[in-house]
């Protein structure tokens, strides 16, 4: 019985006796290359290994020194032990890192850079979608979830359950993972629901809605849906630079109560020259934002499509609408507005026109101070490929997007940190266990939304649901 732990302990005796450790080295007037870049980032005291690989060719070893740990291995990978990992970071403290690689028989010691570790806890679920990053079709679509402090990772729902249906985004209701809600498409489908576990289906669609939900938010009380309808179009570009269009012919915001079962409406949410959709509610419930558009000639006038980000009052007591829609910018085309959980802070997306910025390697990030009125352009974050598709954590001092910056065709989790000052810091790519995970995945990662804990339901609960008869509206 004794056996194999020796062996074991052998083994790594030998292997690491292998392992080639630094001489005669040259001293680098460069950063190393470095994939994915971690070089100079803010990183939460929470997060798992930072393990990544060295992509210039020719390297047989590598040694990494971070703070008081020192990685040796063979090949061009550091991968760090997840225990050492923690402990490193438990201080909270900035950590100086350098890498010492072995390339072609010359040892080189590269420029060092910093690891900025913040005591502020990013949460630590994270939800998304996997779908090919394709205009043709999709194909075995899942949503996952994912703990940010290791690497465990599950469905909540997938293709192999819903007959290879679509299955659109998940989002939680103030990061809560007993509050959300998914939405399955195809015959006989609905949005599901999730209370604490409890799954219902739910028919979000009237008569005289022209589609069912699309796009969605929580009230704060967890009692109303805001939503949106949208008869979405796609269509291809003639220009060789750009592959796909995606439009909305026609679209309207609503709210639905999902304890009396009624749609509520307003005459300033549904007007038929104007498209309005992406609706979310403030952290307290007074505001509805989304983003208006007046209609234009559909696809020949595209490029004049040009979305505002506005917003109009909202009652929760009452379940009323205001009587004024306000507008807050009006610059470029807006989507996705995410208000930060403390409200201080609204996020969103721009691009030059149009409402599916995910085909836009334009679309960039701002984020517009509430109490101030001023926007920051966010330089540091965003890239000169698409920025989409974020989502904040609870603590409202960092948020997740999906960025195309690596190839411009898949999407990947970023994080950013928003200090006390407002200002934002370098955005780091989801960590994975593997360096070279994302050179082997055919997924991109899309719509990512942060959550406090692990989400109560699986697969088979969302099978299970779908059999469910449908709750109706009013």
Known sequence: MKK?????????????????????VRQMDALPPIYPDYADVTIPVNIAPLNFLISEGGCDAIEVQAGTLTLNARGNEAVFDIDEWKELLAAGNDLQVTVTALIDGQWQQYKPFTWHVVKDSLDPWLTYRLIEPDYEVWNRVEIRQR????????????????????????????????LSMLYVRGPNGGAILNEGGLLRKLHLK??????????FGFSPSGRYITFSTNIIIPAFHSQPRKRLEVYDSKSDVYVADLQEHRILRSPLLEQGNVFETFPTFSPDGKYIYYCAADSVL????????????????????????????????????????????DGRYLLYTVANYGTFPIWHPEADLQLLDLQTGTINTLSVVNSTK??????????????????????????????????????????????QRHPRFYENTLKSFNAPELGRGRVPFTPEDVARAMQQESETFQ
């Not at 603590?395 to 989790?413: E, H, I, T």
Request: glycine share 6%.
């Open 147 to 178: 703990c940010m402090e290791n690497w465990d990772e599950a469905p909540l729902a997938d293709y192999e359950h819903q007959e290879n249906r679509c299955m659109n985004c998940h989002t939680f209701g103030s990061q809560d993972p007993n």
């Open 386 to 431: 698409s920025d989409t598709y974020h989502s904040w954590s609870s603590n409202s001092r960092w948020f997740v997007f999906a960025s195309k910056r690596d190839d411009g065709l898949y999407g990947k989790p970023y994080f950013s940190y928003i200090d006390r000052n407002g200002q934002a810091h370098k955005p780091f790519c989801l960590p």
């Open 298 to 341: 559909l696809p020949s006038d595209i490029q004049q499509l040009q979305y505002a980000l506005v917003r109009i009052p909202f009652d929760e007591a009452t379940g009323t609408f205001g009587m004024q829609v306000d507008t807050l910018f009006n610059q470029q085309s807006v989507c996705h507005p995410r208000v930060s959980p």
């Open 206 to 215: 009237t008569d005289s809605l022209i589609s069912g939900s699309v796009y």
């Open 4 to 24: 194999a732990p020796l062996f074991a302990i052998f083994l790594m005796i030998v292997l690491g006796a292998c392992t080639p450790r630094p001489k005669d």
